[in-house]
């Protein structure tokens, strides 16, 4: 169709000629429908974002018209307008930058406008008309297709992103003069597959039969892992907390594939997806000592995901918890048990995902080598009161497995391996598949996130072990919520011995797990 007829097909009222294309943008981890609107009209040539736009959304307009004059196209030397609806959304970030283009092309009649309300366009354009990719591709596509659009175009570096996506055509482009045939019917490429097979969390590189020894650390991990249990290890410098927190994710169950879009959306919402492949390995995050309360929990408006919420379904590891900001620690309490982060910015409320199994470690004391056979503690007793005081008591007694990891015997680095990876996850997914059919009906899946008025229902003991537990309450000054811990832990420990009861040795076993160092 070529451009007189287009210009001649247009509505025109008061020479001005408008159309209209569709774009997304990124609010939180949701995608909100944007209707790009252009407006081309006599006057002295200007162009005007307008849309409760940020400064990227309006310093777009620069970009859009180097990448059409660049493509071979033609820029409007008149009055633009351009309107970015619903106003009273903020916009932020690159994504509309195609669909304006695109939007402002329909309105000089360069580009046919058939298939445009049926056409979602997302993409950042450079000066030479190339299409960069983008933040948020994967929560674009999902609320794409919610909203029924046929195509959705995307930049070609978010190829892995489209591949989680099924029911929706969706074409990936590199430059704007390809987008331009493609909706000039001039070109039609192949649309992007749905991948529905990824890489198996069995691949794992790290192996538990690295780590001689520490066949009793292994086993608590083994515990941990089996009914979602947090867990601190405490011992002096290079006894392998490290090595032992490192090779988690290679015993934990793969991600199920609608696991792998959840996880998939944090990692496209922070930019960590570009031209990485989507596996089923649950995602494993080890911020730093000296990390914030914002970083750890989101920051900015709207919010970045935390790194909590990147470890959603996967291991968050805080080494050395003892040397962390105290507060930013303390703010795990609520996720620890919500299995979420809310988060208020400017008066709107926001709600992450944060389910995540936390390993932490931590020295004895400040020098390392309290309770060490090798080496002498040099701390004083108001050193070692002001170090354990670092780990405040609520947090601690929210971490449900404590053990003193120690240094190993020579005669154990030469002893036959002990649990290897593939060992340890097939004892996982034995009991995480026992709890998936006992909870079936329930709203949650694990041991540890039995509800508190289900307790009675699922880890009940018999009467020797109600006497147990009672002479332990009292002579080990237990609190109330370390008592329900014990009995989250009896019902793993019995689900590793393919117990329907829990026995005595089960729950004797799970009071070892409560002691503090």
């Keep these: 169709v070529g451009s007189e007829m287009c210009i001649r097909d247009r509505p025109y009222r008061g020479g001005t000629l408008m159309m209209k294309a569709y774009g997304m943008i990124v609010h939180g981890l949701k995608a909100i429908k944007i209707e790009v609107e252009s407006s081309i009209s006599r006057g002295i040539p200007h162009c005007n974002v307008i849309g409760y736009g940020n400064t990227i959304v309006k310093e777009a307009i620069l970009r ?15 009055r633009i307008t351009i309107n970015l609806a619903p106003a009273d959304i903020p916009k932020r970030g690159s994504q509309l930058e195609l669909a304006m283009a695109i939007s402002l092309l329909a309105a000089s009649g ?18 030479d008309g190339k299409i ?22 995307i930049p070609k570096a978010n190829v892995h992103e489209a591949e989680l996506v099924d029911g929706i055509n969706i074409y990936t482009f590199g430059k704007l003069a390809d987008v331009v045939n493609f909706v000039n019917k001039k070109q039609t490429p192949d649309k992007i597959k ?3 097979r990824f890489l198996s969390g069995n691949n794992f590189s790290k192996d538990f039969s690295d780590i001689k020894g520490q066949e009793a650390a292994k086993r608590a991990i083994l515990i941990a892992v089996a009914g979602g249990h947090p867990i601190l290890m405490v011992g002096s410098p290079g006894v392998g907390k490290s090595m032992l927190a490192e090779r988690v994710p290679g015993i934990m169950p793969p991600l199920e594939q609608d696991e792998i879009i959840e996880s998939g959306v944090i990692r496209s919402v922070s930019r960590e997806s570009l031209n990485e492949e989507f596996t089923s390995t649950p995602p494993f995050r080890r911020p730093s000592v ?43 309490r609520v996720p620890l048990d919500r299995k979420s982060v809310c ?5 709107e409320v926001f709600n992450y995902p944060a389910d995540f199994l936390l390993i932490s470690c931590a020295n004895p004391c400040k020098c390392g080598y309290l309770h060490s056979p090798k080496k002498e503690c040099t701390c004083t ?3 070692l009161a002001t170090y354990k005081a670092r780990l405040s008591g609520p947090i601690s007694d929210r971490i449900d497995i404590h053990i003193f990891v120690t240094e190993p015997d020579f005669d154990e680095f030469t002893s036959s391996e002990g649990l290897s990876s593939a060992d340890m996850r097939s004892m996982v997914l034995k009991v995480r598949k026992l709890q998936s059919e006992r909870y079936t009906r329930e709203e949650f899946k694990l041991n540890s996130s039995i509800y508190d008025n289900k307790i009675a229902k699922y880890c009940s003991f018999d009467r020797e072990g109600e006497a147990f537990i009672e002479k332990a309450y009292k002579a080990l000054n237990l609190s109330p919520r370390s008592m329900v811990k014990i009995r989250k832990i009896s019902r793993t420990i019995a689900d590793l011995d393919e117990s329907k009861e829990i026995k005595l040795k089960h729950i004797s076993e799970a009071i070892q797990f409560r002691q503090r160092w």
Aim: hydrophobic share 40%.
């Design 290 to 332: 000296n990390i914030s309360i914002p970083s750890l929990l989101g920051s900015g408006y709207p919010p970045r995901p935390g790194e909590i919420t990147m470890a959603h379904k996967g291991v968050l590891f805080l080494e050395e918890i003892n040397e962390m900001n105290r507060l930013a620690v303390d703010a795990l």
């Design 64 to 78: 859009v018209r180097s990448a059409i004059e660049s493509s071979g196209l033609e820029y409007p030397m008149s």
């Design 110 to 127: 360069q580009v046919f406008d058939g298939e445009l309300e049926n056409t979602c366009f997302v993409g950042e354009l450079s000066l």
């Design 381 to 383: 007793a108001s050193e």
């Design 132 to 153: 960069n990719p983008c933040k948020g591709i994967l929560a674009i596509l999902l609320e794409a297709k919610e909203k029924k659009f046929k195509n959705v175009i």
């Design 194 to 196: 749905h991948k529905s």
């Design 343 to 347: 988060l208020n910015k400017r008066g």
